[in-house]
């Protein structure tokens, strides 16, 4: 399974990383916007994994150009943020499968990408 992370904050994106990597997932790291958008170009991940709240770039036109380019793929929305804590991120992003707070423990954050990540495809 191949999933990208897309996730401003260096040290997080790579703790994710290293924990879905033990569990035998190829990972990619994009810290922005721009980074996601060319991992996209490149290939079509199985889920991605993407920070809502980026320093470079938005995630929700990092979310709807994975819906243009790659229809099958299921995203998984993390934050530290309440602000869509009431379930409207799902109407943002069509192909959300998931709202997370950063600090979900990595073995759930795998479960729930080993989930969807199988039947994205």
């Not at 190829?26 to 721009?34: C, D, F, H, L």
């Not at 943002?92 to 199988?118: I, K, R, Y």
């Amino acid at each position: 399974m191949n999933v990208l992370i897309v996730e401003s904050n260096a040290d997080l994106a790579r703790i994710w990383a290293r924990h879905l990597e033990r569990q035998g997932v190829q990972v990619e790291i994009a810290s922005g916007q721009s980074d996601a958008i060319e991992s996209l170009q490149r290939a079509e991940p199985n889920l991605i994994v993407l920070g809502l709240l980026l320093d470079e770039g938005s995630a929700l036109a990092v979310s709807d150009y994975a819906q243009y380019r790659h229809p099958e793929t299921k995203v998984i929305i993390t934050s530290n943020s309440r602000f869509f804590s009431d379930g409207s991120i799902f109407q943002h992003a069509a192909n959300a499968c998931a709202f997370l707070p950063n600090e979900v423990e990595p073995d759930d954050l795998t479960a729930m990408v080993e989930h969807f990540g199988q039947t994205s495809r």
